[in-house]
């Protein structure tokens, strides 16, 4: 019998629908979706998904963005902060006890080269434009997509299947995917 893992959300219904809110670009499902993500992270805390969290963050950005409550400057650091987040939790669980440059770690995990010259700019050097903010953002939002959201439900990512069941224990064993299998 497979081993069964406690997870924040209530079924593989609930999964589907938050990622499905989280990448409509329609704001108003996005912040739905976001809410639930705060939700599944009150009850999960440390440990939600990296990718989850990352997602959010990444996602909350785009949501500020079409608000239009925030000047250019804001937005350039509210995506800053995201993308050097999502870089470097993504790329420490494979740094070792000597220090491996982040360009070699991030080509082992397939982010592009130039996310992270970016991510160094943020935080060492001038502050990039917006745009390239923006861009920065929807690459590792389908990098994200992926491969994380993308493998957690098997590549089948609008497809019902008919044993619900079945389909929410493949979701619960593999929750804890971005904590390890990106090693």
Known sequence: KALRTVVAWRGRAEWDQVMVGLYCGDSRLQQEALDRVSAWKSRYGPKMPLAVD?????????VLDSSGRLKSHELILSYGLALVRFVNLITERKQKTVSIPLRQLAREVDIPIWVVDLRHEL????????????KGCDVVLDWLRKTYWSRQLGNNLCEESEDEDEEQEGVEENAELDNDAWD
């Open 123 to 134: 935080t060492h050097g001038k502050l990039p434009r917006l745009a390239l903010c923006r």
């Open 54 to 62: 990352c997602t959010a963050e990444l996602i909350r950005c785009k």
